[in-house]
């Protein structure tokens, strides 16, 4: 029996203009806290805050 419900996928967003940007898999199991990570947005062109879409 495979083990389900440990791992999502989550879309982080720009903080800055919001665009969805990225694509991560969390595994819940080991992350509960939100992600937020600093990432390259192309519509910014600059280095922005990645927040983890609700
Ligand atoms: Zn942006």
Redesign the pocket.
């Known amino acids: 029996m495979a083990k389900v419900g440990n791992r999502q996928y989550k879309t982080l967003v ?6 969805e ?1 990225y694509r991560v898999e969390k595994n819940v199991k080991n992350t509960t806290d939100r992600l937020e990570l600093k990432k390259y ?4 062109q ?1 280095h ?1 805050v ?1 927040k983890e879409k609700k």
């Open positions: 720009c903080t800055e203009c919001n665009e940007n947005c192309p519509r910014c600059k922005t990645h």
